[in-house]
Structures are given as C-alpha cells and as structure tokens.
Antibody, heavy 119, light 110 residues
Framework: QVQLVESGGGVVPPGTSLRLSCAAS????????MHWVRQAPGKGLEWVAL????????DYADSVRGRFTISRDNSRSTLYVQMNSLRAEDTAVYYC????????????WGRGTLVTVSS | QSVLTQPPSVSAAPGQKVTISCSGR????????VSWYQHLPGTAPKLLIY???KRPSGIPDRFSGSKSGTSATLGITGLQTGDEADYYC???????????FGTGTKVTVL
C-alpha cells in the first residue's frame, strides 16, 4: 500500500535552516508529482510546494518562495524540502502528499513532521 | 489568508445530512477541478472527492461533491460520529500558479 513517512522536523532558532524528507513506498515514486503542505498550530491547511514527477517543474506558495526549495531523488524514492531563513510563522506540521495522476489533487498523505521555529 | 471561503462549522444529528460550501473565483474554482479532504487532528488528511464529484475507491457514497460557477459543495448524508473532523476544499489557482485550500469547516455530530 502507499506509504509516505516524513522526517527531519525539530526545534530550530529563527534564521536557521532545516531539511525535511519524505520516504515513499508502495508505488512507482518516479511517476508521480509530489506536494508539501503545512498546518500551523490552530490553523488550516496551507499548500507549500509542488514538484513534477521528474523534478523539472516546481511551484511554490508566495509565503515560502525564495526561502524553500523542493527537490526529489527518484533513485531513493524520497522527496525533500530545504527550508532556509526560517521564521516563527513557519512553525507547523509539514505533510508530504502524492499528486493524483491526471489531476492536481492530493490523494495520499503522510502523518507529518513538526517544525518549531523558536529562540 | 485563504482565497477559498468555507463556513467555520456545521452540525447535525446522527443520520442527518450536512452540506459544506466553498466559495472562490474564476481563477480557481470556476476553471479548475475541486477536491475535498477530511482531516482528523493528529492523522494524515484523506482525499474524499476529486475532479469536483468523483470519489476515490473506498470512499462511501455518503460523500458527494458538486460545483457550479465559482462555488463548490460537499455533501455528507447519513452522518456518523466518525465523520467528526475538519473538511477542506482545494483547487489550483491559475493566477497564483499555486494550489489553494479553503479555510476549513469543522463538522460536529450532535
């Protein structure tokens, strides 16, 4: 079955960097686009970024563009997001999700990893 | 600040029906497919509806979706206590070149 497992979260000071990973299994990772989505404490879902199946196309939310970079390693079936210049407002649970083929909807999600940006 | 607006909460008794609206604009809902997601705190969100009205395998037909113009609607019939969760609409916004979620609606079973 499809499994997505995020890792790399933690507590970091403002201005620093962090890289999250998402290990995928149960499907042909190299055939699917992938999303990152986050949820700040007490808030709703916020889309972060999307990468195409081969990594050639990337889209970002305005709130993270220029600071976050989405990438993937199809040989390792792993999705990444490099987060730089972190701010307190980046504090959230970060989810990776698979892009359903033929649409942009998110059909399978991981359980998330918590990132806390605090001094 | 989300560009898709949902009511903060809806409620009904077990067995009854609820509908959740999602209001957007021409750059998102009107010209792109809408999806709906169910999220219980601490768990992975689940896709309920995609392409406005289609259900992934395993999603019961108690859940339905529709779209008209710049608005979309999720319906849940035969409400169960297990349906208590937060529900979000989502779609692509062609002007933003970004995926956008609704503000979210909490469903309470009375």
């Amino acid at each position: 079955q499809v499994q997505l497992v995020e890792s790399g979260g933690g507590v970091v000071p403002p201005g620093t960097s962090l890289r999250l990973s998402c290990a995928a299994s149960g499907f042909t990772f190299s055939s699917y686009g992938m999303h990152w989505v986050r949820q700040a404490p007490g808030k709703g879902l916020e889309w972060v970024a999307l990468i195409s199946y081969d990594g050639s196309d990337k889209d970002y939310a305005d709130s993270v563009r220029g600071r976050f970079t989405i990438s993937r390693d199809n040989s390792r079936s792993t999705l990444y997001v490099q987060m730089n210049s972190l701010r307190a407002e980046d504090t959230a649970v970060y989810y990776c999700a698979r892009k359903r083929g033929g649409t942009v909807s998110l059909d399978y999600w991981g359980r998330g990893t918590l990132v806390t940006v605090s001094s | 600040q989300s560009v898709l607006t949902q009511p903060p909460s809806v409620s009904a008794a077990p067995g009854q029906k609820v509908t959740i609206s999602c209001s957007g604009r021409s750059s998102n809902i009107e010209n792109n497919y809408v999806s709906w997601y169910q999220h219980l705190p601490g768990t992975a969100p689940k896709l309920l509806i995609y392409d406005n009205e289609k259900r992934p395998s395993g999603i019961p037909d108690r859940f339905s979706g529709s779209k008209s113009g710049t608005s979309a609607t999720l319906g849940i019939t035969g409400l169960q206590t297990g349906d208590e969760a937060d529900y979000y609409c989502g779609t692509w916004d062609s002007s933003l070149s970004a995926y956008v979620f609704g503000t979210g609606t909490k469903v309470t079973v009375l």
